[in-house]
């Protein structure tokens, strides 16, 4: 995916160019990423630790000269907007969005860039972000100071829960009056249609009449990942009230369920810094481990854990241990989820609870040290699945083998590392011990029901969903999320650019040395740029050059796709180096000598096997023969 104004899907011309020119020349990129990631000098650049990957030694490098960076250990690098980009999960727009703030550029509201091109769903998504941002702040400040708010106050005192944990979650109170957060909303300058599209405010079909969705309820925001408030889930307060435990808004233009994991805005840091992501059931379970300095854990609220939030997850870690209630209803959602997780490549991991606890629970009665060994020494998904199974079935008879080899087959043929399955069919076989044969067999025939299994309805992941659909658990409503459309995933990275060294060397003297450029163009062999790897990118640099069309750097990289960007990226952070007695135009040369030489001897190759194949025509063949003689002299 480009990040560039070339390549920014919904925008298009000077008016928005100049403006994505404008964030840029406001947003150092030394400073910009210097808030995210400790920085020192270098020389002429700065160093720090990769936020992408665990690292010791630092492999992370920003030139504020070129305004790039480039990170060794990814292998990825880029101009600003792609740093903000990579680090949290936007795509171009999003980033330019995110910066345009920092530096109080304002981006307007309609989209003057493309005519008749998404202006009003632009402004639209702004109201809906404003909306939800005042009201999560009002009932926030409701909780803490409003006399009707003292029984939320109480629930959180009984849960131990400290007033400053709840400001730093921004808990709130929503107030139990049928039309109380509307007309507050209302006075604010929201419209009826703005409240009725975020879900805060429905409709009565008989009478037409607008009520809040929630009263007298404690409020958890819901944030996508820049923490920004989308969507909130309320608790209910009074136990004797005959309704939903939880209810959570419905899907809306900044809300899809299956995109964010709450908590996430909060502990996406920490999950890279540990490596592996804890997986909690609900809020409470979250803030808890949070308050006790555990903090990488996310929840999916409910028992709604998704395809897509096994890929957001894997985006920031490829280890996940979950730790459900130990019920039956947690431990059937922890094994739904963990499959999930296992079929996206994850190592999952479960950690069983004690009897009757939870992670709020059991870290207010013993705190981080009696939760922190149960996290630490939980077993696989494979093989605490394996246990389980072999504590249900008599694995003493071949029946009770038969049932758990079964049952085992499902969950090893979700594995999608060929290598890592077969050593698990085998750790497998060997336990129940049935040969390997025979339980690869039914691995077989596990993926066959899979495949001829019928199709399920498409679930209604790219839009919105009202509420009101089937519960998950006889006490909660379906638990739904959300993410700003703005700010939607960027796609999988590419694999990363190779170049052939002689390639990438002509290309940095190119970068760092733009007065060899004709030199090069001059000197090339002809035929080297269809067979050197990468020779397109040396060739796209030389036509941007000799059409006079070359303007800088960023707008070479603005041409490329995400791999070679990446590579040009580093390549410009890394000027070539050769001894002091060698000019940059002696290497130059020396270069253009080594690739013409490989480009004769592999005509002369290609020439000896169309000689030999017997399927020339005799004037062909005289042609070929006196090339080859011709090229086998020049070679000597």
């Known amino acids: 995916m480009a990040f560039s104004p070339r390549s920014a899907t919904p925008q298009g011309g000077d008016d928005f160019k100049e403006i994505v020119e404008r964030v840029r020349q406001?947003?150092?990129?030394?400073?910009?990423?210097?808030?995210?990631?400790?920085?020192?000098?270098?020389?002429?650049?700065?160093?720090?630790?990769?936020?992408?990957?665990?690292?010791?030694?630092?492999?992370?490098?920003?030139?504020?000269?070129?305004?790039?960076?480039?990170?060794?250990?990814?292998?990825?690098?880029?101009?600003?907007?792609?740093?903000?980009?990579?680090?949290?999960?936007?795509?171009?727009?999003?980033?330019?969005?995110?910066?345009?703030?920092?530096?109080?550029?304002?981006?307007?509201?309609?989209?003057?860039?493309?005519?008749?091109?998404?202006?009003?769903?632009?402004?639209?998504?702004?109201?809906?972000?404003?909306?939800?941002?005042?009201?999560?702040?009002?009932?926030?400040?409701?909780?803490?100071?409003?006399?009707?708010?003292?029984?939320?106050?109480?629930?959180?005192?009984?849960?131990?829960?400290?007033?400053?944990?709840?400001?730093?979650?921004?808990?709130?109170?929503?107030?139990?009056?049928?039309?109380?957060?509307?007309?507050?909303?209302?006075?604010?300058?929201?419209?009826?249609?703005?409240?009725?599209?975020?879900?805060?405010?429905?409709?009565?079909?008989?009478?037409?009449?607008?009520?809040?969705?929630?009263?007298?309820?404690?409020?958890?925001?819901?944030?996508?990942?820049?923490?920004?408030?989308?969507?909130?889930?309320?608790?209910?307060?009074?136990?004797?009230?005959?309704?939903?435990?939880?209810?959570?808004?419905?899907?809306?233009?900044?809300?899809?369920?299956?995109?964010?994991?709450?908590?996430?805005?909060?502990?996406?840091?920490?999950?890279?810094?540990?490596?592996?992501?804890?997986?909690?059931?609900?809020?409470?379970?979250?803030?808890?481990?949070?308050?006790?300095?555990?903090?990488?854990?996310?929840?999916?609220?409910?028992?709604?854990?998704?395809?897509?939030?096994?890929?957001?997850?894997?985006?920031?870690?490829?280890?996940?241990?979950?730790?459900?209630?130990?019920?039956?209803?947690?431990?059937?959602?922890?094994?739904?989820?963990?499959?999930?997780?296992?079929?996206?490549?994850?190592?999952?991991?479960?950690?069983?609870?004690?009897?009757?606890?939870?992670?709020?629970?059991?870290?207010?009665?013993?705190?981080?040290?009696?939760?922190?060994?149960?996290?630490?020494?939980?077993?696989?998904?494979?093989?605490?699945?394996?246990?389980?199974?072999?504590r249900e079935q008599d694995v003493s008879t071949a029946r009770g083998r038969g049932l758990v080899a079964e049952r085992m087959a499902a969950v090893v043929a979700k594995i999608p590392s060929i290598i890592a399955r077969e050593r698990t069919a085998l750790e497998v076989a060997t336990r129940l011990g049935v040969t390997l044969a025979a339980f690869q067999q039914e691995i077989a025939r596990a993926e066959r029901a899979v495949k001829n299994a019928p199709r399920q309805p498409p679930s209604l992941l790219d839009g919105p969903q009202p509420i009101g659909g089937a519960p998950h658990h006889p006490e909660d409503e379906e638990r739904d999320y959300n993410v700003d459309a703005d700010h939607a995933a960027p796609e999988a990275p590419a694999p990363p650019y190779k170049g052939d060294p002689k390639v990438e060397g002509l290309l940095a003297l190119a970068l760092h040395h733009p007065e060899l450029v004709p030199a090069i163009q001059r000197g090339l062999h002809p035929a080297a740029l269809s067979f050197l790897e990468g020779g397109h990118l040396l060739q796209l640099l030389l036509i941007l050059h000799g059409d006079g069309a070359w303007e800088d750097e960023a707008d070479f990289m603005a041409t490329l796709a995400e791999p070679e960007r990446n590579a040009i990226a580093r390549l410009l952070l890394e000027p070539p180096t050769f001894d002091s007695e060698v000019t940059p135009a002696q290497l130059c040369e020396t270069v253009l000598a080594k690739i013409a030489r490989e480009a004769t001897d592999r005509r002369i190759r290609e020439l000896e096997q169309e000689i030999k194949s017997g399927i020339l025509s005799p004037e062909e063949l005289l042609a070929k023969s006196r090339e080859f003689m011709e090229l086998k002299r020049g070679a000597r």
């Open 26 to 390: 406001a947003s150092d990129i030394v400073d910009v990423i210097g808030n995210y990631v400790p920085l020192k000098r270098a020389g002429q650049q700065f160093r720090g630790l990769s936020p992408f990957n665990r690292e010791k030694t630092p492999s992370f490098y920003v030139h504020p000269d070129k305004q790039l960076f480039y990170c060794y250990s990814s292998q990825q690098g880029g101009d600003v907007f792609k740093f903000v980009s990579l680090y949290e999960n936007l795509d171009f727009m999003g980033a330019l969005r995110r910066l345009a703030e920092r530096s109080g550029i304002e981006i307007p509201e309609k989209n003057q860039f493309k005519p008749g091109g998404g202006g009003s769903d632009r402004s639209t998504r702004e109201q809906l972000l404003r909306l939800h941002e005042v009201v999560a702040a009002w009932w926030a400040e409701l909780l803490h100071k409003d006399k009707a708010a003292e029984v939320a106050r109480n629930y959180l005192k009984g849960r131990d829960f400290g007033s400053e944990l709840a400001k730093r979650f921004q808990v709130g109170y929503a107030p139990d009056g049928w039309t109380t957060t509307l007309d507050w909303a209302l006075k604010q300058g929201f419209t009826k249609e703005i409240l009725e599209l975020s879900g805060l405010v429905k409709v009565n079909e008989e009478s037409g009449r607008r009520y809040d969705l929630f009263r007298g309820r404690l409020m958890f925001p819901i944030c996508d990942e820049t923490g920004r408030v989308v969507a909130f889930s309320g608790r209910l307060l009074d136990a004797e009230a005959k309704a939903a435990k939880y209810v959570n808004s419905p899907e809306t233009p900044i809300f899809i369920k299956s995109k964010v994991l709450f908590g996430l805005d909060k502990t996406k840091q920490g999950i890279r810094d540990s490596g592996w992501a804890l997986l909690c059931e609900g809020q409470i379970d979250l803030i808890r481990c949070y308050e006790h300095e555990i903090r990488n854990a996310v929840a999916p609220q409910g028992t709604a854990f998704t395809a897509r939030h096994a890929a957001l997850l894997k985006r920031f870690t490829d280890k996940v241990v979950i730790c459900f209630d130990a019920d039956r209803a947690g431990q059937k959602a922890a094994f739904g989820s963990a499959e999930i997780l296992l079929e996206t490549g994850i190592d999952v991991r479960i950690a069983t609870m004690p009897a009757g606890d939870d992670p709020d629970s059991l870290l207010r009665r013993g705190g981080a040290a009696a939760l922190r060994p149960i996290l630490d020494s939980a077993p696989d998904y494979v093989h605490h699945t394996l246990t389980v199974a072999c």
